[in-house]
């Protein structure tokens, strides 16, 4: 292909590199779409957002028409809530220009979450005891509750506000018997008899 040539239209599997596509030495824009329906499994306290893994520099990102404003979680990844723009039908467009010529994203998925999540969680053993460290997410009408549980135990609970642009935590248990430590612990975050968000996370020495 030249660079004069334009692409035809064609069926891709994604992830895929650049010259994966057959695109070759093409210089310009082009668009992946992808349609789809409404997930019919929202409940009234979960928010669907659009996830995109290391999208490329200049990639644009569109549903049903309209550019989504997307903002990153400090990393390669861009999320944006799109349960009010959902439709019957939806229609999902990344413009990507050609300077680019990495791989356009990792994984484009929607994510059913609560009001309020936890993001960015690290847990460590120091001086016996659990530290567990994150950011809380989203909104409640009040505080929510955050259980840490290492085997059967809840070794860490608090109460934590979410606030949209984000809380940060660091929280500490109490000194841990040798025999209980395993090599992960499991956070919740749960709103009455809700739970808004569950995690395993791994557990460092560090």
């Not at 895929?16 to 596509?21: I, K, N, P, S, Y």
């Not at 996830?51 to 997307?70: F, Q, R």
């Not at 009408?141 to 290492?150: A, F, P, Q």
């Not at 085997?151 to 984000?166: D, L």
């Amino acid at each position: 292909m030249t660079t004069d040539e334009q692409p035809r239209n064609r069926a891709v599997k994604m992830p895929a590199r650049w010259e994966e596509m057959g695109l070759g030495d093409f210089r310009g824009t082009i668009r992946f779409t992808r349609s789809f329906g409404r997930p019919p499994q929202i409940g009234p306290d979960e928010r669907a957002w659009l996830i995109v893994e290391k999208p490329g520099a200049d990639c644009v990102i569109s549903l049903n028409g309209s550019e989504l404003k997307c903002r990153s979680d400090g990393g390669d990844m861009v999320e944006v809530e799109v349960t009010d723009r959902l439709l019957e039908r939806n229609e999902l467009q990344l413009a990507m220009k050609s300077q680019d010529r990495g791989r356009p994203w990792e994984e484009t998925a929607l994510e059913f979450r609560g009001k309020a999540w936890l993001k960015q969680l690290v847990a460590r053993r120091f001086d016996e005891r659990l530290e567990l460290k994150g950011v809380v997410m989203g909104q409640a009408d009040e505080g929510l509750d955050l259980y840490t549980i290492l085997g059967r135990k809840t070794a860490i609970y608090a109460r934590v506000t979410p606030r949209p642009e984000g809380t940060a935590f660091c929280l500490a248990s109490e000194p841990i018997a040798g025999g209980d430590w395993l090599g992960e612990v499991r956070v919740e975050l749960v709103c009455g008899s809700s739970v808004w968000h569950s995690e395993i996370v791994p557990l460092s020495n560090v």
